[in-house]
DNA sequence: CATGAATGAGCCTTCATTCAT
DNA sequence: AATGAATGAAGGCTCATTCAT
């Protein structure tokens, strides 16, 4: 009834694909769960156990991102300023997208292949929410802005930036980008 | 032997076409050449003649869309206040491409597959750019705005839009993100 | 009743297309109707009605090469030595098939399109037949090699340059597996 | 996870293929992929699996004719006389040719799919040069006669053969070409 | 005669998913 | 649990040939 040695080695798998996925992922090949399990020199079935469908895969490798974001946001709330905290808040966000290529697809999904996956946008939409909600509070931001935009906003910045151009300067055109949009949603 | 303007048969295919893949696109199914020589009832070749691409047809279909934003953009110049011109052209941009899902791959592609679509592309970008310019001339927009951001920011504004939700009041959506930008990029 | 002036476009059209095909052969691009209508800037029809298939075509292209190797031969005869005869012949023949690609496939081919191909051919193997005998009367050459095995044996030669190298000096080879070969045929 | 020689279905299934293949290269029906998947009652993609393109199927159909002239060149280096040894070995090579479909466009190709293929044919050359360098010694062999001319030649002596007629006494042609040839790269 | 649009069989290839081993 | 062979629908594209204009 111990856990069995088996669990290790299941663990080990399943960070391997992970790993291997992530680097697809940066280097922008699209994931593709017969190519993976070639590439970790196992079985497609393996892979499948773990990862049922390729968007499950892409979403795990999405997980620590949205998670750090979800942790600074929470951070975030401490900060004096309410203004400060949600720019803060935003252009981590941003900055994510940009820098992280799983999460676009991911955040812009209407659906989630995985529960942990709903859970944390869930949370970051918490957070957001409660950021949004002081600097309400504090009558700095446009009173049309409802936390339902929140996120449709920074994925359209993102998505700006890489229309922009496909360069190595896209975090910078991200940070202006934002940068006038939220000129635009704080109220002077 | 003279490139004739498309014999009459041939130009009857042509808008079936055309129109068979306006329908598909509004209903947001994904061109394919094979499907549609189905639905119109013609051999793939057909199809393949007038179109090599999917991206040809796509462009094909968005090209009435471009033509008329490029015109109302030539009109636009002819407003008294730069700022009213410049928020005019980018408004029916952005609803443009949120109300014609044929626009968004075409006005994001770093390539184009018609000619056409190119010089629309180009002519769009002009009147933005000369849109733009009169605003800097009049003071009345950021300085570090250039010409090259006004394409990504209506993808991004249109892309967010989308983000938000798949309903019908996308457009009012759009809107709504448009002014708060421009509320940020404009000067107060 | 007069031959009418279509007669003249008709024939220039013929030339035309044959020219193209000529170039086309010398590149080695496949000889395909469509691809050369487009090119000689003519309908598809036409060109079917000049050539039926692209095997006519070909054999169109080869003809010249076909006469001239024809007429040679006729001189060959001519020659005192009936061993220089034929060795001149066979000498030429394989030059042509190694420096015309319109030829191998053409002699190769167990049947002809042309008419006028069935009887230059034909009359190859006559001059080929009329020079083997004067050299089987003057007890110059193995017994055993019949008319019909000069065909084949030139199209080996010549093949077996062309499997030597794609480079330029095949023409070379060709003379050096054609001396050899020849060699062994004649008798010391 | 070990590149296993293949389970036991699955070599049921390469051996399958290679058979049907095999009875259309004999009956000469060009080789593909689709059409082979049919005739074996297996999905395309097992197919492809297997053999990633039609040449790389070809080729396997032909390895064991290829190994067989290996194994027999070796043999040859044992005969006493050269000239034999090197006769012996460059006639079985053209009655492979001439016999086996499969070779011709196999030892014709500049470019192999199959590294096995390639490694055969080195080996092929080896001896192949082996044998010519004894006769060489013997100074039985024309001196202009390079290991680089026996693959060629060959192939032109069974292109030959099958020129000649595509009768049943192709193996029989050929045999009297290559004597031919033989009389004249022998020094008498 | 010339034109060239239309045809559509036919070939190639990929990939998500299942399932026997 | 792990494996990886098998599947086959699906999509892409070409090209020889016909025939209405």
Redo the contacts with the bound molecule.
């Keep these: 009834m111990t856990s ?1 040695p ?2 290790k ?2 663990a080990r ?1 399943w960070e391997r694909i992970v790993a291997v996925a992530r680097e697809l992922v940066d280097e922008g090949t ?1 994931l ?4 993976i ?1 070639r590439r970790v ?6 892979v ?3 990862f ?3 968007e499950a895969l892409l979403e795990t490798v999405a997980t620590p991102t949205l998670e750090a974001l979800v942790a600074h946001g929470e951070k975030a709330l401490a900060e004096e300023d309410p203004r400060d905290g949600l720019t803060g808040f935003l252009t981590r966000t941003v900055e994510a997208q940009v820098t992280d290529a799983a999460l676009p697809p991911v955040a812009a999904a209407p659906a989630d292949a995985l529960p942990r996956t709903t859970e944390l946008k869930r949370a970051l939409r918490s957070v957001g929410t409660r950021l949004l909600g002081r600097a309400h509070d504090a009558g700095v931001v446009r009173a049309d802005l409802a936390s339902e935009d929140l996120v449709p906003l920074m994925c359209g910045v993102a998505f700006a930036a890489n229309v922009h151009g496909e360069a190595e300067d896209r975090v910078e055109t991200a940070r202006r980008y934002l940068t006038a949009l939220l000129e635009g949603l704080f109220i002077r």
Tied chains: 1, 2, 3, 4.
Excluded: E, K, W
């Design positions: 069995s088996l669990r080695d299941a798998n699209p593709q769960l017969n190519d399990a020199q196992m079985g497609v079935g393996t499948y156990r773990h049922p469908t390729a």
